[in-house]
T-cell receptor
Framework: AQSVTQPDIHITVSEGASLELRCNYS??????LFWYVQSPGQGLQLLLKYFSGDTLVQGIKGFEAEFKRSQSSFNLRKPSVHWSDAAEYFCAVGAVNTGFQKLVFGTGTRLLVSP | DTAVSQTPKYLVTQMGNDKSIKCEQN?????MYWYKQDSKKFLKIMFSYNNKELIINETVPNRFSPKSPDKAHLNLHINSLELGDSAVYFC????????????FGPGTRLTVL
């Protein structure tokens, strides 16, 4: 069965420091991978996605992620974190079920940004 | 110019009641979804509709009944509400039901007392 693991429940980063959020997936076929962000009390906003091609993908708000098939990982990075980046981050894999897609989410990582 | 909208944003009700949550998308997408986010923030798909037809039905109690009057709308009706139904319910849509980007609504926080 498809699954996504985000091993870090919480991460605290100083403003201006770099960030890496970890995501590992389990999926039998070539995965479609996503990172979403959820600000407090808000819905989910798509940060970036990987479908195929270049394994380093750029997203909105200065985020990027790298797909590493050998490690079954899709880690999210940002070179310099801003206070407004504090939010919950979800990694997801697009899994095909009887020909149709559903998103399987990880449990999320809460990012705290310290001054 | 909201892409995926849900009403209401908050819903507080008593156990045993019946309630509905509405979802509308103006993206022209064919496929819509309902997800449930529990108190630990875990998100899980419940249903998916494509062109008004049910295509994904996860293991959800039959007290939950989705209805899609047209492909821009997907409503969720819940009968005989239970405490465990308290959660945030998210609607989403995608252009196709295949591997595609899903766009989410703002969520409806349901609290059952």
């Amino acid at each position: 069965a498809q699954s996504v693991t985000q091993p870090d429940i919480h991460i605290t980063v100083s403003e201006g420091a770099s960030l890496e959020l970890r995501c590992n997936y389990s999926y039998g076929a070539t995965p479609y991978l996503f990172w979403y962000v959820q600000s407090p009390g808000q819905g989910l906003q798509l940060l970036l996605k990987y479908f195929s091609g270049d394994t380093l993908v750029q997203g909105i708000k200065g985020f990027e992620a790298e797909f590493k098939r050998s490690q079954s990982s899709f880690n999210l990075r940002k070179p310099s974190v801003h206070w407004s980046d504090a939010a919950e981050y979800f990694c997801a894999v697009g899994a095909v079920n009887t020909g149709f897609q559903k998103l399987v989410f990880g449990t999320g990582t809460r990012l705290l940004v310290s001054p | 110019d909201t892409a995926v909208s849900q009403t209401p944003k908050y819903l507080v009700t008593q156990m045993g009641n019946d309630k509905s949550i509405k979802c509308e998308q103006n993206l022209g997408h064919d496929t819509m979804y309902w997800y449930k986010q529990d108190s630990k923030k875990f998100l899980k798909i419940m249903f998916s509709y494509n062109n008004k037809e049910l295509i994904i039905n996860e293991t959800v109690p039959n007290r939950f009944s989705p209805k899609s009057p047209d492909k821009a709308h997907l409503n969720l009706h819940i009968n005989s509400l239970e405490l465990g139904d308290s959660a945030v319910y998210f609607c989403a849509s995608s252009q196709t039901p295949r591997l595609d980007t899903q766009y989410f609504g703002p969520g409806t926080r349901l609290t059952v007392l």
